[in-house]
């Protein structure tokens, strides 16, 4: 960020909004280049946005706001960004470097239990691509905040292709467990038609617009060769519609019809085995933080509105203009030279029209409105001792009446969970207890945040039982839930290039304000 701003005579004042790793790093950043006056606005009560990591043992049994200034062990933090989620997905590097990425502020969530002393990441949680051209593997590496496994060089040469690595088993809804003869040939096919789907990326020419459509039609021609025995075609569809779930999950999207084919291929996938930063993914946060003056954050500081193009006083400097003045709701408002807005792209679309004095250009409102940005949401439940194979890393939940070539909108009330690709078991168990987590995205996930904790656990205790065959499993001790899409600093977790999008429209909403400044003209980047 601080190649944007040119030091003149006089120290330039700068406002950052948002104190997630963006806003964190833009500060780093400028205090590196030596300018001094920097004040970061957090609407919330922390810093991290959407990286907050804490203990099941230390979370009330309500539904929890923010309650922390800075960081406490209990709540951490936070982070994606925007063209490629790139901090938690690990794609391209320089979002993150330029400050682009519009990070959230902090979801709330729930837990039941008060026991267990098992790590959980509300928000962000590997590091996807760990090698050297990954900007947050390289952070963690600089801070030592990463165990041996993660820093080796056999880790960092692994090529992942896309897809997590994991030792699946399946689960059908009969109970009915799907032999690894019949799963592993379909992951690879998956995998391949992933990777046929990204070469079309500053391709003059498109089949059609959407993943969704493109993998559609690839799986439609391959079922073909699978009809002579209907029943084995159906559960290789139902298979394969839970590679559909994951990829809504990676993307941050309620269906893969909304995402643009021709820039999913602009994601770049790094190579390396996904890693966690054993002491919580906030440990980054707070190392970043650490370097920072203590006084240089304001929390629950939410803006109302960012006035810019103008000529502002402020009373200890009445000869000298401001082109920008920051409101805040509590009514303090803030003359600067510049300010950086790392707000989520979630809140932009909602508050765009009077977050910003005068307003966007059309070309910026347009590029809001145009991509897309969705919800993921977590459920961890805790277990007194493992229901699942010892050697289980993601159990697969395969609905025997659902395929990709088929799908309609399920009753959110009566089937949300539907849409719950199945349980990745969290290991080792020494930094997570007997854990699983669920994860969703779209509607289902927003729909999910209107239910109670009690309603939930019971629901996915129905659903493990029937799955495994098992009515004797115990119900979870303890559940913690993440809320991102009622977080009103957030309203969401992540973005996508969306049908009629492209990564042109992050690099629109980026540009700095004014568009054309003359020498000594200051303004505001986002």
Known sequence: MARLITRQEHDSSIVIVGCGLAGLGAAQRLLQHGFSKIRLLEATERCGGRVWSGQFGEISRHLLLPASRGTLPSFRNSTAALRARLTEEGGTLRNLLNGRSPLPSSPTWISDHDGAKGLVEIGAQWIHGPSKQNAVFHLASQYNLLDEEA????????????QPPDVSTYYTSSGKKVGREITAPLEELYSTLRAKSTKFFQSKTQPVHSLGEFLKLEIARCAEAWKGDEEMCNLKLAVLNTEFKMECCISGTDSLDLVALQPFGEYVVLSGIDCVFPGGFASLVDAIRRSLPKDIISYDKPVKCIHWNGSFKAPNTPDYSYSVLVECEDGETIPADHVIVTVPLGFLKEHYKTFIHPPFPPSKIDSIQKLG?????????????????????????????????????????????????GFIILRPVERYGHV??????????????????????NCLTQIIRKFTGNPLIPPPKGIIRSRWYNDQYTRGSYSYTAVGSSGDDIDVIAQPLPFTSTQGQCGFSI
């Open 436 to 457: 699983i987590l669920a994860v969703l995205a779209g509607e289902e996930a927003n729909y999910m945040e209107s239910l109670s904790d009690c309603e939930v656990k």
């Open 373 to 421: 940005f969705g919800t993921n949401n977590k459920i961890f439940l805790e277990f007194e001792e493992p229901f699942w194979e010892p050697e289980s890393q993601l159990v697969r939940l395969v609905w025997e009446d659902e395929s990709p070539l088929f799908s309609t909108r399920p009753d959110l009330q009566k089937e949300w969970f539907r849409k719950i690709l």
């Open 151 to 162: 820093m080796s060089e056999d880790n960092e040469a692994v090529q992942r292709n896309g």
